[in-house]
């Protein structure tokens, strides 16, 4: 179905927006710096300029590729091989975007940043309507194994929706031979390089949270929580610190009620199988129907 003119301006603003908070995100972040302030001091950064998070901001270091976020009572610090992972939406149409720190003094995954990055960059000269899933697959698989390294098999950029941050046709990093093309639409191109096996596994908590289903909740204080997420983030990913940050110590033991009755799905965080660092780059790529735009470059 084609975009309207609307939903098309609003992908653009989302785009701008996530654009200029890499930039602010960039200048900000400093080895040791906690998580937590990150994270907080980003998504301001959102809302200041207009814009509303799609997701929470994913924080992942070294193994972990993806799906972390500091809680509220988070001590970590930044360090590594930091991934940003950012997403912002205008009206329930999203941008998403991400890029990779080297925070080590001697700079050792330099090149590993550099691999992933220029899978991106080689995907956004030649992304068009009508490309194959195989195309693209076997662009970003080429270039990351030409400079040595593996990409993440397991992971994937993704259609973007309405409300939904995966939506549609997933986008592969390899070459798997799906001949399924893009359509007019918004897909996020998220290259993952590792100095491992290029799989990841589910392990652990990762402080993000989505909506699972709607239901009828017994408890109060629970109840004017879901109620809460419900009307705030519908079927976008949310996380406890802004839970707890709106209604304070209850938050923890809200969520984790409504988590237990199958309300709330609990992301996993994503881990590197051989715990081998892994590098992330990601823009947003907007197919109109006479042309291609990167909202978030």
């Known amino acids: ?52 998070c799609a997701f929470p901001v994913s924080l992942a270091i070294d193994d972990i590729a993806a799906h972390f976020t ?36 001697e700079k050792k995954y330099k090149e590993l940043i550099a691999s992933s990055q220029e899978a991106l960059d080689n995907i956004l000269k030649v992304v068009k309507k009508n490309a194959t899933l195989s195309e693209i697959g076997k662009t970003i698989q080429d270039t990351i194994t030409s400079k040595g390294f593996s990409p993440v098999r397991n992971l994937s950029g993704h259609e973007l929706g309405s409300w939904m941050v995966h939506a549609g046709l997933t986008i592969p990093n390899y070459e798997n031979n799906n001949q399924a093309a893009l359509k007019e639409g918004a897909y996020a191109i998220e290259p993952f390089s590792t100095t491992g096996t290029g799989i990841v596994y589910d392990a652990g908590k990762s402080g993000i949270y989505r909506l699972e289903k709607e239901a009828g909740v017994r408890d109060s204080k629970a109840r004017e929580i879901y109620n809460f997420i419900l009307k705030e983030y519908k079927t976008l990913p949310f996380c406890e610190r802004w839970i707890s940050k709106k209604f304070g110590s209850r938050a923890k033991l809200a969520l984790l009620f409504l988590e237990q009755a199958g309300i709330l799905h609990h992301y996993a965080q994503l881990i590197e199988k051989s715990h081998a660092p892994v590098s992330q780059a990601e823009h947003t790529v907007l197919i109109l129907k006479d042309k291609v735009e990167v909202t978030t470059r």
């Open 1 to 52: 179905m084609a975009l309207t003119r609307k939903q098309i301006q609003d992908y653009k603003k989302a785009g701008e927006i996530a654009s200029q908070a890499v930039k602010f995100a960039k200048k900000i972040i400093k080895p040791g710096m906690k998580l937590f302030e990150i994270a907080d001091k980003i998504e301001a950064e959102i809302e200041k300029l207009g814009g509303k």
């Open 70 to 105: 500091p809680g509220s009572d988070s001590k970590e610090v930044a360090s590594g091989l930091l991934k940003v992972d950012i997403g912002v939406h205008v009206n329930g149409y999203i941008a998403d975007t991400a890029f990779s720190l080297d925070l080590t003094k």
